[in-house]
């Protein structure tokens, strides 16, 4: 039960594409762990990038200019301490894929801003949403 409590020193967040919620979780991290925790995001499948991300993670100070969706099987990497997923079939696929790792998975179900309609301002706020949700989970989950 104690190791739950350490921070990990490395996670990997999934949702469905890696275009919205897992990059957004990624540089939210990066911005208040620097250095501090080793961070990578992917998707079940590789979507595209999406401006609005950009935008509302340009408005935390979190530059993603550099991210490029991609799926796990891109990962050059292993061997997280955690892993946090974001949609149920990024759950389904990192619980399959770790059955037989010693790996903790969490689920923080977390909505997807891109099925938001209206305005620009509207479809914003709900990318906001989503980012002051998933900043508020890491802020708990990693202090």
């Not at 993603?64 to 079939?89: C, M, N, Q, R, W």
Request: proline fraction near 6%.
């Amino acid at each position: 039960m104690a190791d739950l409590m350490l921070r990990p020193t490395s996670i990997l967040f999934i949702c469905r594409m890696n275009a919205v919620r897992s990059p957004m979780a990624e540089g939210i991290t990066n911005l208040l762990f620097p250095r501090q925790i080793y961070t990578r995001s992917c998707g079940v499948f590789a979507g595209e990038r999406d401006p609005f991300v950009d935008a509302v993670m340009d408005e935390l100070g979190a530059d993603l200019s550099d991210h490029h969706p991609k799926t796990f099987d891109d990962l050059a990497e292993d061997g997280f301490d955690l892993i946090v997923t974001l949609a149920p079939e990024a759950h389904h696929m990192a619980l399959e894929l770790t059955r037989t790792d010693h790996v903790e998975v969490e689920y923080w179900p977390t909505i997807d801003p891109t099925v938001a309609t209206g305005s620009r301002s509207q479809i914003m706020d709900a990318y906001r949403a989503v980012r002051d949700t998933l900043k508020r989970k890491i802020e708990q989950r990693l202090q």
